[in-house]
């Protein structure tokens, strides 16, 4: 399968390189070879070696200390939603936000070299994947079994060598374990789309540039004091800054304290200053985690 780069992705190691004269070699994900989250890393950075990784934890300690130079990480879905886990870790993760990515998800039917698609009978996927191709498995009627993820379904069938076993995996995967493709674009929802974001050691803020569109996030706690979300959120509002993802989390006592947001603007802009001035007073532990270019998805490119 021949990997497309995406310029729009790429740009950010061009920038990047030009500004700190950085140079990155290999790119970090969680899951095995194969995998979406591969997938992405190749589409958006063509030239970097990609770093399996056993949980989404692992992918950030990998650039933590040095064996990779980025991570990219799925964080929502268009159909499953928020990734489990991946927001806890963000605040915590020591790492910062350089860029993002939204990887259309394609997911193919395959089977072992010369399987025929009237033999299989069970399909092997990522617990969300295989409600995602519900239609083609009711059709088939086959039996459904969830593994880890994607590329570890191809894995296995591949192993097993058993015609009546498939997987619903990437054309990625069908390439890294040598399986047939037996049909494409099996999804159920043309628009299933994940978004990546790419994590770095440094905190890389892009050049502010006329024309372009820039994402800041961060994540804050709110004060105990009543209102305290609605007062903290009100600069925002107030100075014309649009906030495209506000997510909230709650401790050990069931109280919700944290929230993570997404808003449109660069640090540089200073309605955007204001906004996060008045975030400043009503709120505590601020922490601002990377602001970067916005990906062209939002203006309605699609990423392949």
Request: hydrophobic share 40%; net charge negative.
């Amino acid at each position: 399968m021949a990997i497309a780069a995406c310029p729009d992705a790429t740009s950010y190691i061009t920038n990047y390189d030009k500004m700190t004269k950085r140079t990155y070699t290999s790119i970090a994900f969680q899951g095995m070879a194969g995998a979406y989250s591969d997938l992405a890393c190749r589409i958006a950075y063509p030239d970097l070696q990609t770093v399996p990784s056993v949980s989404f934890d692992a992918a950030f300690r990998a650039v933590r200390e040095g064996k990779a130079d980025l991570a990219m990480i799925p964080v929502d879905n268009s159909l499953a939603g928020r990734v489990a886990d991946v927001h806890h870790l963000i605040p915590s993760g020591d790492l910062f936000i350089i860029g993002e990515f939204f990887q259309k998800i394609r997911h193919c039917l395959l089977g072992i070299p010369g399987a025929k698609i009237d033999q299989i009978t069970d399909v092997h996927s990522h617990v969300h994947a295989i409600p995602q191709c519900k239609k083609i498995i009711e059709k088939l009627g086959l039996t459904s079994h969830v593994v880890a993820d994607t590329a570890k379904g191809a894995s296995d069938i591949k192993k097993w060598n058993d015609p009546s076993q498939s997987a619903i995996a990437s054309e990625l995967a069908a390439d890294i374990y040598g399986l047939d493709v037996l049909e494409r674009d099996i999804q159920d929802a043309a628009h299933n789309t994940t978004r990546f974001l790419v994590f770095s050691r440094h905190n890389d803020v892009p050049i502010h540039e006329m024309g372009n569109d820039y994402i800041t996030s961060f994540a804050f706690e709110v004060r105990n004091i009543p209102a305290a979300l609605y007062k903290a959120l009100g600069g925002f509002a107030t100075n014309c800054v649009q906030m495209v993802k506000l997510e909230s989390y709650v401790d050990k006592h069931f109280n919700v304290a944290r929230f993570y947001a997404d808003v449109e603007g660069h640090t540089e802009d200073r309605s955007l200053q204001l906004a996060l001035d008045e975030l400043n007073f009503f709120a505590k532990r601020v922490t601002i985690l990377g602001t970067y270019r916005a990906h062209t998805f939002r203006n309605g490119v699609s990423s392949m």
